[in-house]
């Protein structure tokens, strides 16, 4: 009896946790900001392991060099030798990564609100994820390198993790896997999956890729780093799938507990 009454109450507390329902904007606020606030001070508690840090960059680069997908330098240059280029890269990496992630948030709260649980769960898991590899294998960023050109100092624009307050703050060795990837394939799936219109999912589909040449056209990433992105996503999405029971992103009407059928808002 004993065992029956815990396996009850075990399928309750999984059926509450896997509950399709709307979210709460306060909660929501709370959660997030608890989250990253606690990833910011793993993020950059992680020991630096500055020696290692600069091995391993050497051998991703020789891994880059057998594969023939060594371009960092190439862009590298080519962005540093552009500087209104260079200028809209460097405000692009300060600010977007941001931006474009707390606005898809929002969008999806608003008018995918039976969704949003499933995929804001992802973002959270790819950071926790992202922290596994923080710690355990610390990669110096290109912009560290000889024979790369950190644009952010070379032009003195704002949001260096190099300038002196920014780099006491912050793990320079943080570069694998690469968030600004990984939250911009974020974005990209969720915007693709949703919105209704065209154009609207096309930019959605353009936003990685853009970030991809910002990340490696001012040296703050390896094309290895950025590939370690798209895997910590990938894995965080099949870890939200065998949590939550279902797909993080399905087709079709979405089904309550109680298999009443729910009608979300009309997308973008």
């Given at each position: 009896m004993a065992e029956d009454r815990a396996r009850h109450t075990l399928i309750l507390v999984r059926d509450r946790f896997r509950a399709v329902r709307p979210p709460?904007?306060?909660q929501e606020i709370a959660f997030i900001a608890i989250v990253y606030y606690l990833y910011s001070l793993v993020r950059n508690a992680v020991p630096s392991h500055e020696a290692g840090a600069f091995n391993r960059s050497r051998t991703l680069l020789s891994i880059e060099g057998h594969l023939h997908i060594n371009i960092e330098q190439s862009l590298n240059h080519f962005?540093?030798?552009?500087d209104w280029l260079a200028y809209i890269c460097n405000y692009y990496y300060s600010t977007l990564h941001f931006i474009v992630t707390i606005a898809v948030l929002v969008w999806l709260y608003l008018k995918h609100p039976l969704r949003y649980r499933a995929i804001r769960s992802v973002l959270i898991i790819t950071n926790?994820?992202?922290l596994i590899g923080f710690w355990s294998i610390a990669v110096a960023p290109p912009r560290l390198l000889a024979g790369y050109v950190d644009t952010v100092v070379k032009l003195h624009t704002w949001g260096s993790l190099a300038s002196p307050g920014l780099a006491k703050e912050s793990n320079q060795f943080a570069a694998m896997p690469s968030l600004h990837i990984g939250w911009s394939l974020w974005c990209a799936f969720a915007i693709v999956a949703l919105a209704r219109r065209p154009w609207v999912r096309v930019l959605g589909a353009l936003y990685p890729l853009a970030t991809f040449f910002v990340i490696?056209?001012?040296?703050?990433?390896?094309?290895?780093d950025a590939v370690g992105g798209?895997?910590?996503l990938g894995v965080s999405i099949g870890i939200q799938r065998l949590i939550s029971g279902r797909p993080t992103y399905r087709d079709g009407a979405i089904v309550l507990p109680d298999g009443q059928p729910a009608q979300e808002l009309i997308s973008v």
């Open positions: 709460r904007w306060w962005v540093a030798g552009h926790l994820v992202a490696i056209g001012t040296a703050n990433h390896f094309v290895l798209a895997v910590t």
